[in-house]
């Protein structure tokens, strides 16, 4: 994988992106702001899966309302996302932070995955009810705990705590793959 990296880093578009005065901030602000909208939209759903707020609505009536603009702020917030690695994808891959922020975006999607292939398959029988149950309860708990992870371990790729090119711990090492690092 580092020998893409390497070769990603080194086409033209990469360096055009990563060298960029203006480009490069505004994709990442893009990405920051569509953050906002998925991340504060999923929350509010999230909220009313555990019970805490909008209680006399019911639960489709809110995720309707809500998934076509947490689909839209998704969508570019992964192109934007896929856009500021494409710019830095050595330092990028080789990020601790950046490594876990994937692995917690797999639980994210996996937990959404079984929320609507399980769970919200039941919705009629409590879609209604004030405290939708444990299962719903969970997966809305599960949801807001995993994206306040990966908002913390995205901001954190900013900083070169734990870059290869530092003396490290054996497991950062390990963890940030910095044996095959080019030096």
């Known amino acids: 994988m580092t020998s893409f990296c390497d070769w990603l880093a080194s086409t033209p578009g990469s360096i055009a992106l990563h060298e960029s005065l203006y480009l490069y901030p505004m994709v990442e602000s893009v990405h920051v702001l569509t953050l906002c909208v998925f991340v504060g939209l999923a929350s509010i759903l999230d909220l009313r899966l555990m019970g805490v707020t909008l209680r006399r609505v019911p639960v489709s009536e809110v995720a309707r309302r809500l998934l076509p603009w947490m ?9 934007t996302g896929v856009l500021l690695f ?9 990020s601790v932070w950046f ?9 994210a999607g996996l937990n959404a995955w079984v929320f609507h292939a399980r769970i919200w398959r039941s919705v009629s029988a409590w879609d209604l009810d004030r405290v939708p ?16 992870a990966i908002i913390v371990t995205g901001r ?11 003396p490290q ?3 950062i ?9 080019p030096k």
């Open 169 to 171: 711990p054996a497991f």
């Open 156 to 166: 954190m790729i900013a900083y070169n705590w734990f870059d290869c090119d530092k």
């Open 173 to 181: 090492v390990w963890a940030a793959g910095c044996d095959s690092y």
């Open 71 to 79: 689909g839209f702020g998704f969508a570019i917030m992964v192109c």
């Open 86 to 94: 494409y710019a830095i994808p050595v330092r990028s891959y080789h």
């Open 133 to 148: 149950p444990r299962a719903a309860r969970v997966a809305g708990t599960a949801s807001l705990v995993l994206w306040a």
């Open 99 to 107: 490594r876990t922020k994937l692995m917690l975006l797999v639980l």
